[in-house]
């Protein structure tokens, strides 16, 4: 090989490994904005992950000698001195739901007036409402599709679509059953417990869904006077002064049955008067 030959190929050698070193360049960079939108996207919901790994870890390992299968958590609670909800004005204590402890975790939001002021307007054009299941990355464009036109429309899709990513972010799936009903009166007006693992519910225009501390319920009838008490559907007893009512536009997360720690949460759809009107939203992870 020739000197000119050698010094040819050297060049050539240099320049493919300078368009190698841009071309890995530009893919860094581009990672770095693919990983700077995710994080964008998500804003605290990785740290919410995060936080309650960390917060199911210590309670369980503190608590779990209290708790057995079967129906004694609820007396577990009591004996132990243990609340049984959190709440809060971060999202981040609704990722408390993973707790041992917890049956109810509540996001203390405040209202949007563009919301409250769409569903007030098209409330009759809602019809049933919508129920069905949803991929998280189509939601926006169902949503669009489904949902009448009227101001504040991108307000309601953005916060729904809120919502459904911190719900399928905190359990890992991608698909939502999602139900949005305009109500005149209560739907399930009983306490219950459902026969799901968990449950997101918000109330966008009316009263929210009440629910009940699992330490405050007893199995056998208080020893005071019974004029203020009653009964759930399962048959334990609850003072009518230990119910709790969610305010509009809070975020709850409730268990329910089918949660491996049998602390369902106990709630009723809330009492609704002649004339009210409510848009309820529920978010169950598939």
Known sequence: MSASEAEGRAFESRQVRHLLTCLYFLLAIKFIIAIYEWLHRLQYKSLLLCYNIVVGVFEWSALSGHFHPGGTNMLALKENNIC?????????????????????????????????????????????????????????????????????KADVIEDIYLLTDMLTCLFDCKEVGLRLVPLTSAMCPSFHRDNIPVRLVNTYIGAGTQWLPLEQLRSTPFAESQQHVSQTNFGMYYKHNDIQTMNTFEVGMLKGEAWHESLGAVHRSCPVAKGEKRVLLTLDPM
């Open 84 to 152: 049984s909800w959190s709440s809060g004005q971060s999202p981040i204590v609704l990722g408390d739901i993973i707790c041992d402890t917890k049956s109810v975790a509540i996001w203390e939001r405040v209202k949007n007036d563009a919301i409250t002021g769409y569903f007030e307007a098209v409330f009759t054009s809602l019809g049933l409402g919508i129920k069905a299941m949803f991929e998280v990355n189509t939601l926006k464009q169902q949503l669009d599709t489904m949902l009448p036109e009227h101001d504040g």
